[in-house]
């Protein structure tokens, strides 16, 4: 695993900041999309990425790298099933936000 080229994926990937994703995990609309029992894998690995967010690079371990690299695909692969027309109150851009992607942030 290349860790430069995983950090510069997900950095690309992600475009939400930790408090931004963490206010956003909270919302009604953030846990009623995604698959699992319980919590979704989405809301799981929101919770993650803002915890490696706030982890300094160089501290970051393999694990963090191989689920940063988890995120970069899935938000690679989700983005384009972009739906047709205005995505504002969308499942498939809620469950991006759970992945730490709003695709509406410039």
Known sequence: MDVEDVEKRFGEAVNMTPKELEDWLETDESKSVGVGDGESVGHRSGRRIVEILRTKKADRTDDD??????????????????????????KWRYSLMNWGNDPLKE
């Open 65 to 90: 790298h191989e689920h940063m690299q988890k995120v970069a695909a899935y938000v690679a692969r989700h983005s384009k099933q972009r739906p047709k027309g205005d995505v504002t109150d969308t």
